[in-house]
Nanobody
Framework: QVQLVESGGGLVQPGGSLRLSCAAS????????MSWYRQAPGKERELVAS????????MYADSIKGRFTISRDNAKNVVYLQMSSLKPEDTAVYYC?????????WGQGTQVTVSS
């Protein structure tokens, strides 16, 4: 079955960096677009970034544009989110996502806390 396992979250000071990873299994990873979402306390889950299957096309939410970079390694079945210049408002649980055969799959999430 489809499994998405995120890692790399943690506590970081404002202005710092983190790299999140999502290891995927149970489907042909290279054929599907992958996304990162986040959900802050008391807020709805929001799309952060997406990358198409071949990795050539990406999209980003305006709030993180220029600070975050999504990438993927189709040989390793992993999608990454490199986060730089982190701000307190980036604090959230970050989720990996794939939509496959009209169904959404999510990882368990990884907590990112930006605080001094």
């Amino acid at each position: 079955q489809v499994q998405l396992v995120e890692s790399g979250g943690g506590l970081v000071q404002p202005g710092g960096s983190l790299r999140l990873s999502c290891a995927a299994s149970g489907f042909t990873f290279s054929r599907y677009a992958m996304s990162w979402y986040r959900q802050a306390p008391g807020k709805e889950r929001e799309l952060v970034a997406s990358i198409l299957s071949a990795g050539g096309s990406t999209m980003y939410a305006d709030s993180i544009k220029g600070r975050f970079t999504i990438s993927r390694d189709n040989a390793k079945n992993v999608v990454y989110l490199q986060m730089s210049s982190l701000k307190p408002e980036d604090t959230a649980v970050y989720y990996c996502h794939v939509r496959r055969i009209r169904r959404d799959y999510w990882g368990q999430g990884t907590q990112v806390t930006v605080s001094s």
